[in-house]
């Protein structure tokens, strides 16, 4: 199974407008973006892009938006659920619709133990034969720590290729990274961790900053990739202080503030997030004005 993940990224955000409905030109604009801004990965339907509350008829249209505008790069698709059968669903449209790779969120809610891991993420292989799965770690939102132990177990299916990291934990990340099999990806899920993560081994990054500032963040990542530390020091100090900005309140809703003030959709979030706090949009202004 080919697949090659690495680099920079993006999670994209999805845009709305004061109705509610998906701006899909607003979302055309924002891939094309973060395209032109150097990235290597698109990824729509994450929880960046508030998939959680997204219908059935917006998911197909973002996911065929995305590949319209994606030109040469690969576009993984997340198809997560609590629900396996609801996975293997999402998994299976989006392979018809021509993504080249899913990221698959541990299933939420409901803690299953390694064994129901293993099932869910064997059930979304055989829904969609030959899509490569990146599994997505991430407690604070699941409830659930995908331990390094149970990821062992999880390399064994072979539609699984990479692990999105993000636990917070850069022992646990370490401990990935040294028992990472031949073949097999990591990459880290938190922006302010990625200089952390690919010294530990990660090779890329899931970005949230690069909806912003790809640019930047992709030099960052290859700095880091090709063990320029200096620079990407440099980089990761200047990059900090917006990341810190873009997680004061739940993601997305800084970052949906601050691509409004860069001129990329609105700040509009569903229910039940709430548009960004006016402290939350003054420290984004004062912020942004470095990348100016």
């Given amino acids: 199974m080919k697949h090659d993940f690495s680099g920079l990224a993006v999670a994209l955000a999805t845009p709305f407008t004061p109705s509610g409905d998906v701006d899909l030109d607003a979302f055309r604009k924002l891939v094309r973006h973060v395209r032109d801004g150097g990235c290597d990965v698109l990824v729509p339907l994450g929880s960046t892009g508030e998939a959680a509350t997204l219908l059935e008829h917006e998911r197909d249209r973002i996911i065929s938006?995305?590949?319209?505008?994606?030109?040469?790069?690969?576009?993984?698709?997340?198809?997560?659920?609590?629900?396996?059968?609801?996975?293997?669903?999402?998994?299976r449209r989006a392979q018809e619709l021509g993504v080249r790779g899913a990221l698959v969120v541990t299933p939420y809610y409901n803690k299953p133990v390694v064994a129901g891991l293993i099932a869910h993420y064997e059930a979304c292989a055989a829904a969609a034969p030959g899509l490569p799965m990146i599994v997505y770690n991430v407690p604070g939102r699941t409830g659930l720590n995908l331990t390094p132990a149970a990821l062992a177990r999880l390399w064994?299916?072979?539609?699984?290729?990479?692990?999105?990291?993000?636990?917070?934990n850069i022992a646990q990340i370490?401990?990935?990274?040294?028992?990472?099999?031949?073949?097999?990806?990591?990459?880290?899920?938190?922006?302010?961790?990625?200089?952390?993560?690919?010294?530990?081994?990660?090779?890329?990054?899931?970005?949230?900053?690069?909806?912003?500032?790809?640019?930047?963040?992709?030099?960052?990542?290859?700095?880091?990739s090709e063990g320029d530390l200096s620079t990407a020091q440099s980089?990761?100090?200047?990059?900090?202080?917006?990341?810190?900005?873009?997680?004061?309140?739940?993601?997305?809703?800084?970052l949906k503030a601050a691509l409004r003030l860069r001129g990329l959709g609105s700040d509009h979030v569903r229910l039940p997030l709430t548009r960004a706090e006016t402290s939350t949009r003054a420290r984004l202004t004062a912020v942004l004005a470095a990348f100016d």
């Avoid at 994606?70 to 059968?85: F, H, Y």
């Avoid at 064994?156 to 917070?168: C, F, I, L, R, T």
């Avoid at 990591?186 to 090779?203: E, F, P, Q, T, W």
């Fill in 65 to 91: 938006a995305c590949l319209e505008e994606a030109g040469d790069l690969p576009v993984v698709a997340g198809t997560g659920s609590n629900s396996t059968a609801q996975a293997a669903a999402w998994t």
């Fill in 156 to 168: 064994e299916n072979p539609a699984v290729v990479a692990v999105k990291e993000s636990s917070g």
């Fill in 174 to 224: 370490a401990e990935i990274a040294r028992t990472l099999p031949k073949g097999k990806q990591l990459l880290s899920g938190d922006d302010g961790l990625a200089l952390a993560v690919i010294a530990c081994g990660g090779v890329g990054l899931v970005s949230v900053v690069g909806n912003v500032v790809p640019k930047e963040t992709k030099r960052l990542i290859d700095a880091a």
């Fill in 235 to 254: 980089l990761q100090a200047k990059l900090l202080p917006l990341i810190d900005a873009l997680f004061c309140e739940s993601n997305p809703i800084p």
